[in-house]
């Protein structure tokens, strides 16, 4: 490894870029690298740039020789990054916490010499406590998977543009997370809102959308109502699950998409959307298309930027991220300090998660507040997602009764079965016994289906 001479006068990417061979530039929203920590393959502290006592509370003579994993201990950080990256042996994302009150977007890459040995981790660390605030629930996400990567260079790209945006993806992988953090990009100062399309009626949906004028309709408010394309300003119009829309309803969003004007129920006066449209959806649109229940004419214009989320189960690689960063909001939220062990995270990678981001974020609330120790193990999972930590092995290696060893048998093919098949009904076909017999199999053993 060719030695660097470390000073202050160096600009932090540019030290980067010599520690790593990787050039850092900031992102379409400003943010830039805030400070750098470097430490050795023990986890001792060697250098940390001028910036370190903003973020962590100690100044770098404070950090030096200290070993990060004993700082975590004091509650320095959580979790440590350079940690993490030992681990890993590889370059990791970390949401990070420290004890003055900041939330870092931590990059950990591992430094190599010849001989392929870990000798060297450079952390930069990014503050996000302002994004964070400002986020809500919309909170970004931290990816390490090429797919979201190019995702998020997608978003980069049209978040300046004054276009419409449709996001698509099941239900669950961060629709929400892509509006809002393209809202920020562009108009961070400006109003959002969030229309529900499949949670509002047929009924109120239009009056609810456009607004209404005095005396529309019976019931209504004498001075009219404003709708909340109007609430939205010049900021942000934001049609989540646009695609339970009804056909009969589908014409009036088509001008409002493509004219930008429209009118309020009763109303005959033409009045103009200022904000940007940026809809969602996890329905197949153009096979809705197909079978006449989606206009073609909207659905062109709101596919002319369309930017699509894969599940969660197809970038298994952005787990472990994903679970840093959740656990960290939670842990702020509720004052758990959790971790998840080797096995635990194992067990989250391999899980499919049908429910996506959504499904995992419940998992991780649920275990921070159950949890008995404060290393959360794959025992404590719940047994869909633990898999074989409930299976039992059979001990041959001694005598035992003939009725436990049938027993134990029975128990590891019906989680084997489970495991493979997911259904009462594809465990019972494999083993050859009725579905009621093996439901009641699996709910008397206590392990998958809980």
């Given at each position: 490894m060719k030695p660097v001479h470390i000073s202050e006068r160096i600009d932090l990417p540019t030290l980067y870029l010599l520690l790593t061979g990787r050039e850092f530039f900031p992102n379409a929203s400003g943010n830039a690298i805030n400070s750098i920590y470097i430490a050795d393959s023990?986890?001792?502290?060697?250098?940390?740039?001028?910036?370190?006592?903003?973020?962590?509370?100690?100044?770098?003579?404070?950090?030096?020789?200290?070993?990060?994993?004993?700082?975590?201990?004091?509650?320095?950080?959580k979790p440590s990054g350079v940690r993490k990256v030992l681990e890993a042996r590889k370059r990791v994302a970390v949401a990070q916490e420290t004890a003055v009150g900041r939330h870092l977007h931590i990059v950990g890459t591992?430094?190599?010499?010849?001989?392929?040995n870990l000798n060297r981790v450079v952390n930069s660390a990014m503050d996000v406590s302002r994004r964070d605030r400002q986020a809500g629930e919309g909170q970004d996400f931290f990816f390490q998977s090429e797919a979201m990567r190019e995702v998020n260079r997608l978003i980069d790209r049209v978040a300046p543009?004054?276009?419409?945006?449709?996001?698509?993806?099941?239900?669950?992988?961060?629709?929400?997370?892509?509006?809002?953090?393209?809202?920020?990009?562009?108009?961070?100062?400006?109003?959002?809102?969030?229309?529900?399309?499949?949670?509002?009626?047929?009924?109120?949906?239009?009056?609810?959308?456009?607004?209404?004028?005095?005396?529309?309709?019976?019931?209504?408010?004498?001075?009219?109502?404003?709708g909340l394309v109007e609430a939205a300003g010049d900021g942000t119009l934001f049609l989540d699950e646009?695609?339970?829309?009804?056909?009969?309803l589908q014409s009036k969003f088509l001008r409002l998409v493509q004219d930008k004007t429209y009118l309020k129920v009763g109303g005959f006066?033409?009045?103009?959307?200022?904000?940007?449209?940026?809809?969602?959806?996890?329905?197949d649109l153009a096979k809705m298309v197909e079978d006449k229940e989606f206009r073609l004419d909207l659905y062109f214009r709101l596919t002319t930027l369309p930017i699509?989320?894969?599940?969660?189960?197809?970038?298994?690689?952005?787990?472990?991220?994903?679970?840093?960063?959740?656990?960290?909001?939670?842990?702020?939220?509720?004052?758990?300090?959790r971790q998840f062990n080797a096995r635990a995270l194992a067990c989250l990678a391999n899980?499919?998660?049908?429910?996506?981001?959504?499904?995992?974020?419940?998992?991780?609330?649920?275990?921070?507040?159950?949890?008995?120790?404060?290393?959360?193990?794959?025992?404590?999972?719940?047994?869909?997602?633990?898999?074989?930590?409930?299976e039992k092995g059979v001990d041959l290696g001694g005598v035992m009764p003939l009725k436990d060893c049938l027993r134990l048998t029975e128990e590891n093919l019906l989680q084997m079965a489970w495991r493979k098949y997911r259904t009462t009904t594809g465990v019972a076909r494999a083993l050859g016994i009725d579905q009621s017999t093996a439901s009641r199999k699996l709910r008397k053993i206590g392990g998958p289906m809980r």
């Open positions: 023990h986890g001792d502290t060697l250098w940390v740039s001028s910036g370190c006592e903003q973020l962590w509370g100690y100044t770098a003579q404070e950090l030096y020789g200290k070993n990060v994993v004993d700082l975590e201990r004091k509650g320095v950080w591992p430094i190599f010499d010849g001989k392929g543009l004054d276009v419409s945006v449709l996001v698509t993806g099941e239900s669950g992988t961060g629709k929400d997370i892509v509006a809002r953090r393209i809202h920020r990009l562009r108009s961070p100062d400006k109003a959002f809102v969030k229309v529900d399309c499949g949670a509002i009626s047929t009924n109120l949906l239009e009056s609810e959308l456009f607004g209404y004028e005095p005396g529309a309709f019976s019931g209504a408010e004498r001075s009219g109502k404003k646009i695609g339970e829309i009804p056909l009969s006066k033409e009045r103009r959307l200022n904000a940007r449209i940026i809809a969602a959806t996890h329905r699509h989320l894969p599940p969660l189960r197809t970038r298994r690689s952005d787990i472990p991220a994903l679970v840093d960063y959740v656990r960290a909001r939670f842990e702020r939220r509720f004052g758990y300090s899980y499919p998660w049908p429910g996506n981001i959504r499904e995992l974020e419940n998992i991780v609330e649920r275990m921070l507040l159950t949890a008995e120790t404060n290393t959360i193990d794959a025992c404590d999972l719940p047994g869909a997602i633990s898999g074989e930590s409930y």
